[in-house]
């Protein structure tokens, strides 16, 4: 027989538990859908407060929070485990450096972009390379057009913009951000067939020599 304080702690550890699954069905229950939808061309803002927490900023940029710039830094910032981003070209720095910050942060980080333009003037490959990201790109006369982003394999950011400064403080552009399972299910496939096509391992780099021979 168990004493009269082991079953009334069973009988606490029973209602804790109860209590717990009531609070994870609720959570899961009340949990919106992510559907955004971002426009531009949109002011430039500081982001100091998402790319360095925990240290004040007096630079003279706006501060505004609900700035489309400042809502897509927060949602890369977001990722806990990956970030897939296939993007034609990738110039703008605060972008860039939420890009480094994911990966200094052991984020498991890979770019695909556009050869033609990942040596192109104000390009942050370079940089991103130099830190150890992995980089893939196209070898194809075609660009690598695609602009689109998987944040945890959870999240679909995609859209018109390129990650310029131009295309963030000039271009009429737009960005949809979902968790729809369909769409995410779908661009991640999109990014691993990429990724396996443009394995440097498998380059032909004498395409014309090759064709002579055959």
């Not at 004493?3 to 209602?15: K, Q, T």
């Not at 209590?19 to 859908?33: C, G, I, K, N, Q």
Request: charge should be positive.
């Amino acid at each position: 027989m168990f004493p009269a304080v082991s079953w009334r702690l069973l009988g606490l550890a029973a209602v804790a538990v109860s209590l717990s699954l009531e609070l994870v069905y609720r959570f899961v229950r009340r949990r919106r859908p992510v559907r955004e939808v971002l426009f531009f061309p949109a002011p430039l803002v500081c982001t100091e407060p998402l790319l360095s927490p925990g240290l004040s900023c007096s630079c003279p940029l706006p501060h505004d929070k609900d700035s489309a710039l400042y809502q897509l830094v927060r949602r890369l910032l977001g990722a806990r485990r990956s970030l897939e981003l296939c993007i034609f070209t990738l110039s703008s720095p605060p972008l860039a450096r939420a890009v480094l910050l994911l990966h200094s942060q052991g984020v498991r980080v890979r770019v695909i972009t556009d050869s033609d333009y990942m040596a192109a003037a104000g390009s942050q490959i370079g940089s991103l390379r130099k830190a150890g990201v992995a980089v893939r790109h196209n070898q194809s006369s075609g660009f690598m057009h695609h602009k689109f982003a998987v944040v945890d394999n959870t999240i679909v950011i995609t859209g018109s913009m390129n990650w310029t400064m131009q295309a963030i403080q000039t271009n009429q552009e737009n960005l949809l951000i979902t968790d729809d399972g369909v769409c995410v299910r779908a661009y991640r496939e999109q990014f691993e067939r990429l990724w396996k096509e443009y394995d440097p391992t498998t380059y032909c780099f004498f395409p014309e020599e090759d064709k002579k021979q055959t």
